[in-house]
T-cell receptor, first 111, second 115 residues
Framework: EDQVTQSPEALRLQEGESSSLNCSYTVSGLRGLFWYRQDPGKGPEFLFTLYSAGEEKEKERLKATLTKKESFLHITAPKPEDSATYLCAVQAWNAGNMLTFGGGTRLMVKP | KAGVTQTPRYLIKTRGQQVTLSCSPISGHRSVSWYQQTPGQGLQFLFEYFSETQRNKGNFPGRFSGRQFSNSRSEMNVSTLELGDSALYLC??????????????FGPGTRLTVL
């Protein structure tokens, strides 16, 4: 059974204080690993897809990396508007388009 | 391009009733998946439809069902509602099922409250 574990569950940062979110996974043949951002009461917003170990992707203050067992979402010099829940999900080759999600990391950035 | 749309956005039902939720995918997307999100269980996969066929199903009771139409629009139905069915129901669409993992784009969700 595919499993995704995210840590920490919650993270409080001061504006400008860089940090990383962790996503550990076990999957029967990784087709893709996804990062989403979710604001309260809204649907998840797509951030990145990573396909193979060693891959990295960047977007503004966010950088996602992937190894064979985990993924990191690095947040550089965060701003209050980066406050949200960040979700990690995996998709396996034998499961159509089904995503298995982790519990998320709730990020709060204080000015 | 318009995003994924879901209707209605909010619903209040009582136990024992049934409910139908609707999802219109991004134009050209053929795969539609449904997820349930609750504070205790997080995001859980319900089922996926591709070309009007259910391709995959999560671990939910038979009270949860769905279908997809020829224009890729999808509906999900929950019969005999229980208090525990209160959740945010999310629909996601993606372009194709071939090759590399396709990005799934989510709608805003339908907030269902069962009283």
């Amino acid at each position: 059974e595919d499993q995704v574990t995210q840590s920490p569950e919650a993270l409080r940062l001061q504006e400008g204080e860089s940090s990383s979110l962790n996503c550990s996974y076990t999957v029967s043949g990784l087709r893709g690993l996804f990062w989403y951002r979710q604001d309260p009461g809204k649907g998840p917003e797509f951030l990145f897809t990573l396909y193979s170990a060693g891959e990295e992707k960047e977007k503004e203050r966010l950088k996602a990396t992937l190894t064979k067992k985990e993924s990191f979402l690095h947040i550089t010099a965060p701003k209050p508007e980066d406050s949200a829940t960040y979700l990690c999900a995996v998709q396996a080759w034998n499961a159509g388009n089904m995503l298995t999600f982790g519990g998320g990391t709730r990020l709060m950035v204080k000015p | 391009k318009a995003g994924v749309t879901q209707t209605p956005r909010y619903l209040i039902k009582t136990r024992g009733q049934q409910v139908t939720l609707s999802c219109s995918p991004i134009s050209g997307h053929r795969s539609v998946s449904w997820y349930q999100q609750t504070p205790g269980q997080g995001l859980q996969f319900l089922f996926e439809y591709f070309s009007e066929t259910q391709r995959n199903k999560g671990n939910f009771p038979g009270r949860f069902s769905g279908r997809q139409f020829s224009n890729s629009r999808s509906e999900m139905n929950v019969s005999t509602l229980e208090l525990g069915d209160s959740a945010l129901y999310l629909c996601a669409s993606s372009l194709s099922d071939r090759g590399e993992a396709d990005t799934q784009y989510f709608g805003p969700g339908t907030r269902l409250t069962v009283l």
